[in-house]
């Protein structure tokens, strides 16, 4: 199994670009999640879904939007890139039963919004 | 709203060393906690999660523990090797509105020195 899988490594992007970071798991998971992590400031929520055509803001979602056609797939868009979105992005998935969830991490995408 | 603490930010032992990561949380009702390893420019892999109900969880070198009442996790690494160096997060899982949530402690970044 490739587990969950993101793309691309790394970027950078013109302030007013808009990207999407890809992701993608085979392990039939219904919840997908995405993450920032900002030095010093742990991991913060920006949006997850629980299932296919389901998906709901996290803590930090301004800025973001996501879709989840299939259970696969995971997109993350920017759509006017600005400084303040340089970070590590991390995609995440688990099958959620009851309150026993256990999450794997992609591997990761750095941005710089320059 | 939950808050995630670990003390210390940093720890550096020699080789052989036992040593202790510690993670406290503010509000004690929680369904479960997991403790993650993250390797540089890596995403997180979880080593270990505790239902609410459980006192203590083991794989191999490590045992981590939880006093939910007190709102207190403790990782137990045992004969510490340099390939245990990595940062090492803790997260609990609780109610969140209409969803549970996971909050993420900043980490403990352990160096084991050869």
């Known amino acids: 199994n490739a587990g969950v899988t993101q793309t691309p490594k790394f970027r950078i992007l013109k302030i007013g670009q808009s990207m999407t970071l890809q992701c993608t798991q085979d392990m039939n998971h219904n919840y997908m999640y995405w993450y920032r992590q900002d030095p010093g400031m742990g991991l913060k929520l920006i949006y997850y879904?629980?299932?296919?055509?389901?998906?709901d803001k996290g803590e930090v979602p301004n800025g973001y939007n996501v879709s989840r056609s299939t259970t696969e797939d995971f997109p993350l868009r920017l759509e006017l890139a600005a400084p303040s979105q340089t970070s590590v992005y991390f995609c995440a998935s688990s099958f959620r039963d009851s309150t026993n969830e256990k999450l794997f991490f992609g591997s990761g995408t750095q941005l710089s919004v320059l | 709203k939950q808050e995630v603490t670990q003390i210390p930010a940093a720890l550096s032992v020699p080789e052989g060393e036992n040593l202790v990561l510690n993670c406290s949380f503010t509000d004690s009702a929680i369904y479960n906690l997991q403790w993650f390893r993250q390797d540089p420019g890596k995403g997180l892999t979880s080593l270990l999660l505790i239902q609410s109900s459980q006192r203590e969880q083991t794989s191999g070198r490590l045992n981590a523990s939880l006093d939910k009442s007190s709102g207190r996790s403790t990782l137990y690494i045992a004969a510490s090797q340099p390939g245990d160096s990595a940062t090492y997060l803790c997260?609990?899982?609780?109610?969140?509105?209409?969803?549970?949530?996971?909050?993420f402690g900043k980490g403990t970044l352990l160096t084991v020195n050869p």
């Open positions: 997260a609990v899982l609780a109610e969140g509105g209409s969803n549970y949530k996971l909050t």
């Open positions: 879904s629980v299932g296919a055509g389901i998906t």
